[in-house]
T-cell receptor, first 113, second 118 residues
Framework: GAGVSQSPRYKVAKRGQDVALRCDPI?????LFWYQQALGQGPEFLTY????????KSGLPSDRFFAERPEGSVSTLKIQRTQQEDSAVYLC???????????FGPGTRLTVL | AQTVTQSQPEMSVQEAETVTLSCTYD???????LFWYKQPPSRQMILVIR??????QNATENRFSVNFQKAAKSFSLKISDSQLGDAAMYFC???????????????FGKGTHLIIQP
């Protein structure tokens, strides 16, 4: 594929709503990463998939955050009962293997009112 | 846990001049990777340069080079002949060389905002 794509690019949610953020990695990339970038900060690691297996979810901030990649390609990050502190840009990255360069998508900016 | 520190929130340089961005990190590991990423206002993160810790030779990519001091845990980025298109946030990042250690993602610093003066 041309690059990593993410949708929606912008999402506004009312506090308490559930949201789903989508990531389409580069075709053939087995590794997929999610990061959260708060305003004025560097990205923080959330979770990592190798194909459909979620090998590391140590960065997920609470049990309201859930990620899946059921067929080893597209991934969805779901946030339940959103809170204001969830407002951030959510970045997705993919790589052809764990040790290779991570290519980032444009991100989804989530604003929780 | 590893930490990455960028002590310069903002740097400014005249076009065509050279600028150095600082980064220090803390780790107990001996094998790891270090990166500099560029994030323009459009938000898409782009890899600028990568350094393997086991390599003593400093990485270079065209106008971009690093000064990697393993003992001092320092990893600075030098941009030569600065261009207007270099204006962006620059993030230093660390990653363990061992997968499955519970920290499989990149660890980023807070970033340095680079301004290029025409």
């Amino acid at each position: 594929g041309a690059g990593v794509s993410q949708s929606p690019r912008y999402k506004v949610a009312k506090r308490g709503q559930d949201v789903a953020l989508r990531c389409d990695p580069i075709s053939g990339h087995v590794s997929l990463f999610w990061y959260q970038q708060a305003l004025g900060q560097g990205p923080e690691f959330l979770t990592y998939f190798q194909n459909e297996a979620q090998l590391d979810k140590s960065g997920l901030p609470s049990d309201r955050f859930f990620a899946e990649r059921p067929e080893g390609s597209v991934s969805t990050l779901k946030i339940q009962r959103t809170q204001q502190e969830d407002s951030a840009v959510y970045l997705c990255a993919s790589s052809s293997s764990f040790y290779n360069e991570q290519f980032f998508g444009p991100g989804t900016r989530l604003t929780v009112l | 846990a590893q930490t990455v520190t960028q002590s310069q929130p903002e740097m400014s340089v005249q076009e065509a001049e050279t600028v150095t961005l600082s980064c220090t990190y803390d780790t107990s590991e001996s094998d790891y990777y270090l990166f500099w990423y560029k994030q323009p206002p459009s938000r898409q993160m782009i890899l600028v340069i990568r350094q393997e810790a086991y390599k003593q030779q400093n990485a270079t990519e065209n106008r971009f080079s690093v000064n990697f001091q393993k003992a001092a845990k320092s990893f600075s980025l030098k941009i030569s002949d600065s261009q207007l298109g270099d204006a962006a946030m620059y993030f230093c990042a660390y990653r363990s060389a061992m997968a499955g250690g519970g920290a499989d993602g990149l660890t980023f610093g807070k970033g340095t905002h680079l301004i290029i003066q025409p």
